[in-house]
């Protein structure tokens, strides 16, 4: 019987252990995306970049022209850059580029043909949620970009990408406050594999979402 007072203690243990490592492990899930869909840099690095533009040479300077005691040979034009140089014409802006911009991939499970979020799908886009709400993230936006497999009609997949983001856009507002400002759902079907397939290939990594930094 003295057992149980025994038992009874380490129950107890477990059952305010567990749950304080359960939260541990979804805060590092959580600072593990924000790591990663942080741009680096200084703070307020746009998570876009715009090519660069290798600064212009300065013009050179034309020397005076010698002055000569006999008469000189007729001499061709000037070919100095200085004086035949014309007005540079204006340049178009250049445009803004994701390519390199933080990013991260979330395996996200809908049944087949649906873009309702299954309760897996859920538990995996918390720790995404928590990250996009946090301070560190707070000063960006980003694009959720629905992808697919090539199982089906492409123009059906397109259409189900877009449904599948806009899905999971609207879970992020609902349940952990990320403001629909801050987000932009796209979908791109089965444009962009992860995993390159022939047709009809039902490949899970390849339905997924991905979550970009596109800049504050």
Partial sequence: MARLPVLACLAATLALTLPGLAGAQSDSAAQSLIDRLKPSGS????????????????????????????PARPQAPPT?????????????????????????????TFPSGSAT????????????????ASPDLAPYRFRIEGHTDTVG??????ALSERRA???RDY???VF???????????????????QTPPQVNESRNRRVQVVNIGS
């Fill in 153 to 158: 009609d492409a123009a059906v997949n397109q």
């Fill in 117 to 132: 979020l299954t309760p897996e799908a859920e538990r995996a886009l918390a720790p995404l949620g928590r990250a996009l």
């Fill in 172 to 174: 992020l507002m609902r």
């Fill in 177 to 195: 406050g990320v403001p629909d400002s801050r987000m932009v759902a796209v979908g791109f079907g089965s444009s962009q594999l992860l995993v």
């Fill in 43 to 70: 703070a307020g690095t746009r998570g876009i970049r715009l090519p660069g533009e290798a600064p212009a040479a300065p013009a050179p300077v034309a020397a005076p022209a010698p002055v000569w005691s006999t």
């Fill in 80 to 108: 100095d850059q200085a004086a035949t140089a014309r007005p540079p014409a204006p340049r178009a802006a250049p445009r803004e580029t994701t390519a390199d911009a933080p990013s991260v991939s979330i395996t996200v």
């Fill in 166 to 168: 806009a899905a999971v």
